[in-house]
């Protein structure tokens, strides 16, 4: 995908990101921006000016917690602009190993967090049934997650 | 007040099954009638999921309310994540035809059709809206004497607009619902910030999300409380196992326990702290369970 494509791809999901004038209330805001290189001033004015934002690793290092988005004076959905960009990225095959690896519990459990055994007994402990009556307890509701799944070509993405 | 079904998520049952415990037991005491929801899956996780394939995740999401549909349920939510994903998944596909009819194609090779008939609910918003802290207040039978450092946790009130839970930088109605079991909320600096979990960060940068967290367990410590409480699994998990975490690489001790709000309002309607799961946790703080049965046992 060209740089002005991805500027395009996010007007057309309503995320309108050149009327952003650079004052610097995200970055100063951002919770993440205090520990990480994540610098949400930069990428808002990286995505305006059509520089390479899909590999900017930055844009894994947002917690979502939308505190940006809040305080915008100009009312720029900059949280979700980040989220759209990482959706761009991801079909573009650009992914960390670790969100590979939880997308793939999905695929195989149902559950981004599946059951251990230690949890298990702390269920039993707490005179629960050990296994949740989610996915975990009906196979034929975990082969219906699985269905929307593929159904989706989520398999394909994350592989 | 219409009918409930009680979804789980992922850490609830698989990690802290303590709080399905709790929620369930403050629930049945507070006569609200809320049944399982079988067969449910991860919500699915808004900050990775969402962001990596939006059609999927309106999948999952569809499937997980249409289960609550059938059953002609409310969704009821006890983790901010799966609130914020549900809640924002049924607002677009109730909003937006051609999302609805694209996930239906989806659902339909299982059999499903989403309707846009139920709301999702978080326990919090539930119980201020539908009870009120007065209430609340009425039915306790052990008012607690603890200082809480209450952690609302992003996706509870924030996006705003879809939220409409009132301020998002100094909002209250968390706080009154903690004062109406007897505790004291205490005021401490950041008390609105992330606790650096969320988005994907703890699963792929987990150092980075612990600078977060430590930062907050420093305030949280200075502003003398006795546990921090939460609505939300996550944020409970990154706080929890997150100061074993903390212990490990940073050399940093803070033993403060980590309670949800179903093991609060438990306590304070009686139950004692071990039929809550509260000693299942990681950090189990001696002298916390020691002020629990002298006040009280």
Same mark, same amino acid.
């Given at each position: 995908m060209s740089k002005s494509d991805v500027l395009n791809t996010l007007q057309n999901a309503g995320l309108d990101v050149l009327t952003c004038m650079q004052c610097g209330t995200c970055s100063s805001s951002c919770p993440s921006g205090r520990y990480t290189s994540l610098n949400t001033r930069r990428i808002v004015r990286g995505t305006c000016v059509g520089r390479d934002i899909l590999h900017d690793e930055d844009l894994w290092m947002c917690t979502t917690c939308y505190t940006c988005q809040e305080r915008c004076p100009r009312e720029i959905k900059i949280a979700d602009t980040i989220l759209a960009i990482r959706t761009i990225a991801v079909h573009e095959g650009i992914m960390l190993p670790a969100h590979r690896k939880v997308s793939q519990l999905v695929l195989k459990y149902g559950h981004a967090v599946p059951i251990n055994d230690d949890v298990k007994e702390k269920r039993e402990k707490l005179?629960?049934?050990?296994?949740?009556?989610?996915v975990h307890k009906y196979p034929e509701a975990l082969a219906d997650v699985q269905t929307l799944l593929r159904s989706c070509e989520f398999d394909k993405l994350v592989a | 007040m219409s009918k409930l079904s009680l979804f789980l998520g992922c850490i609830v049952p698989n990690r802290y099954p303590g709080i399905e415990k709790a929620t369930q037991l403050c629930l049945d005491k507070l006569d609200i009638d809320c049944s399982d929801l079988p067969g449910a899956s991860c919500c699915p996780a808004p900050g990775v999921f969402r962001s990596f394939d939006k059609p999927t995740w309106l999948a999952l999401a569809g499937r997980n309310i249409v289960l609550s549909e059938e059953l002609g349920c409310d969704v009821l939510t006890i983790c901010n994540g799966c609130y914020g994903s549900l809640t924002d998944a049924n607002h677009e596909l109730k909003e937006n035809v051609a999302l609805k009819k694209s996930t239906n194609v989806h659902l339909g090779k299982i059999g499903k059709k989403y309707e846009g008939t139920v709301d999702v609910r978080h326990i919090v918003e539930f119980l201020y809206d539908e009870f009120g802290p007065e209430k609340i207040k009425e039915m306790v039978v052990k008012p607690l004497d603890l200082k809480v450092a209450l952690h609302y946790g992003?996706?509870?009130?924030?996006p705003s607009k879809e939220r409409q839970l009132g301020s998002v930088e100094q909002p209250t109605f968390f706080d009154e619902l903690i004062e109406a079991t007897g505790a004291k909320s205490i005021d401490y600096p950041?008390?609105? &910030?992330?606790?650096? &979990?969320?988005g994907g960060v703890r699963s792929a940068l987990l150092e980075r999300s612990l600078e977060m967290t430590k930062h907050k367990l420093s305030r949280i410590r200075d502003a003398g409380a006795d546990c921090i409480v939460n609505a939300c699994p996550f944020c409970h998990l990154q706080f929890d196992s997150g100061q074993a975490e903390i212990r490990e690489?940073? &050399?940093?001790?803070?033993n403060i326990p980590v309670l949800h709000y179903s093991q609060l309002l438990g306590l304070a309607l009686g139950f004692p702290p071990v039929e809550l799961g509260i000693d299942l946790n990681i950090i189990t703080n001696k002298e916390f369970f020691e002020k629990l049965r002298g006040r009280i046992e």
């Open positions: 005179k629960m049934d050990p296994i949740p009556g989610t | 992003c996706h509870l009130v924030k950041d008390k609105m &910030a992330c606790c650096g &979990a969320g690489k940073f &050399a940093l001790e803070y």
